[in-house]
């Protein structure tokens, strides 16, 4: 049964108190566990518990669920948060670049640093515990548990560093004496998970090789093999330091180093046939929205959530406006694809009309919704969509579908930038081919894959190749934000896609042809949308029995507010600690990056 489990019983009294109590200092030295761990760590199904209690802490309410998620990696060159344009919002502040310390939906005790630290105090104890008591070897199920603890620990790790730079290192219990100390040079933090994950890599199985790794939900050595190719990529690419935009420092980190690293790792995951792209776009995305959650297919790794718990669809599914034939919660929409990434695809690419979405579920009458256009000015991630789902959400607050952390399309993006940068475009094309193999028709692979990929003649036009792909495949999933930082192209491409929006409003330019005039009718079924005029040059009407509506509403204030006016993005990559950490930490915390 899908679930995010919580530690249980005598665990969740004694053992994680601590971890769970964030008056004062947020962080306390431990309380003695009422349970010896030499008792817990040496039974599986104990640890088990203890384990899954690491997962715990992002689905509280301003963890993952309420406040990384929904706010983490906007905004971009394609994903836009729809309260970046509201005069005075905290959230917008978190959009558009010019977040404070004191910004009102972060500054709270309980907000994700807290939580990311919480769960990794629980991952410290059970790796402490299980190297102490478990004998872990690899090929045994206390084994895998320490895999998963290493790598959920990394997990914490990776996300803290994405949004914050530098941050503590904590790889220990903490003690009095490590209660208050300051933030580590990130460069020892990416070298410490990497090397934690290849450790987890011998202990963890491959999807389906044994019963603890059957579910997307638990870690399997696909997914963590994967992670530390992304990670690697990560480590050496550029990104904002306390003294400037810079690739690392330490030679361990270096472009040769982790791009062999990843290469590595995205080819053992790719020749162990244990995961593969599903072949049809749509298909995975209607599956994931059913919860389809068996292991060994595109999905690598979510994060869990109970029926109850999690804000996925709440947050970004295409937007209900009332209690529907579909959903009982009337949400979604926070976000959307900037209005020029419909129009950047190939028509004939089947991401697409899976990508954008141009209008909404209205108003219901009697309960029952019609599909209702929109504006030019507002589309929506159609990756997310009660309709698809198999279960009528009933919560107000929660939908509880799970938040794809990593699928098998990143593995090969990441192998296909590797090998271009270590041997050039032809070692790099079997892989985007596969990628753009699945996005076409069989009949299109001839000119939209193998002539496209073969043109691809130098380093350069491959990787900008690559980039683009991201784009295409990636839109609504929000690692767009690290990878445009890593590339070094985060303020380039947010006024390119200013630049583009002008154009497209003007209807000049590369979206000259663009139709101002969209004419759509209901199909048979009363609710669903038949739109003329989405594509290209399609600027005749089509016929009486279609209405029409203006498709030119895209106003400047909307593009001017992809970031703020006089920010520049490459100043504020990351978010600043929150007041309430700097005023608890002693003095030893202090934000950099001009905060």
Known sequence: MKKIIIILGILATGFFTSCEEFDGDFLEAP???????????SSPDLTKSAIDGI???????????????????FNTDSEYNYSSDEDGS???????????????QMNTQNNAWAQMYAGIERANICIRGLRTYGNPEPGTVLGQ???????????????????????????????????????????????????????????????????QTTTTERINKAFVKSFRARLALVASGFQQYPDGIRRANDPALSVANMYTLALNEANDVINSG??????????????????????GNESL???????????????????????????????????????????????????????????????????????????????????????????????????????????????????????????????AAPYLKEIRMRAFPSELHPEKVDAYVNALGSQQAMLDAIIEEYNYEFTGEMIRKQ??????????????????????????GEYSDVPTTLYFKYEEDGETLDIYGLNRDEDENPGPEFSAVDWTMLEDDTINSLYKPGVNPDDRQFWPIWQVFIDASNGQLVNDYGY
Not at 55 to 73: A, D, K, L, W
Not at 148 to 169: H, S
Not at 488 to 493: D, F, Q, R, S
Request: charged share 20%; with cysteine.
């Open 274 to 295: 244990t995961a593969s792209l599903n072949p049809s776009f749509e298909t995975f995305w209607r599956n994931y929205n059913e919860e389809v959650l068996a292991a």
């Open 55 to 73: 997962v715990e802490p992002m689905g509280q309410t301003n963890s993952y669920r309420g406040r990384f998620i929904p706010f983490y990696g």
């Open 301 to 427: 790794w979510e994060i869990p959530f109970a029926d109850g718990r999690g804000r996925v669809l709440f947050s970004f599914a295409v937007r209900h406006r009332g209690v529907d034939q579909h959903t009982g919660q009337p949400r979604g929409g926070i976000a959307g694809p900037l209005p020029t990434v419909f129009y950047d695809f190939d028509e004939a690419d089947t991401r697409r009309d899976v990508t954008c979405v141009p209008y909404q579920w209205g108003n219901p009458i009697e309960g029952i919704a019609q599909q209702e256009l929109v504006g030019l000015n507002t589309w929506y991630f159609g990756k997310y969509r009660y309709e698809w789902m198999n279960r009528y959400v009933t919560s107000t607050n929660d939908d509880g579908v799970n938040k794809i952390y990593m699928r098998y399309a990143e593995v090969l993006l990441i192998a296909a930038e590797s090998a271009n940068e270590l041997q050039g475009p032809g070692a």
């Open 145 to 211: 548990y320490l895999g998963e603890a290493l790598t959920l620990r990394a997990i914490y790790y990776a996300d803290l560093m994405k949004a914050w730079g530098d941050v503590q290192y904590r790889f220990e219990p903490i003690v009095a004496e490590t209660v208050f100390i300051p933030k580590t040079d990130r460069e020892v933090i990416y070298k410490k998970i990497i090397e934690d994950l290849g450790e987890a890599a011998t202990l963890v199985a491959w999807p389906n090789e044994t019963a």
């Open 483 to 508: 990878n445009l930082i890593r590339w070094n192209l985060l303020g380039t491409n947010l006024d390119e896609a200013k630049a583009k929006m002008f154009n497209l409003k003007n209807r000049t």
């Open 90 to 104: 905290s959230q917008g502040a978190l959009m558009i670049y010019d977040a404070t310390p004191s910004n009102s």
């Open 31 to 41: 309380a003695q566990s009422t349970l010896d761990e030499s008792v817990i760590f």
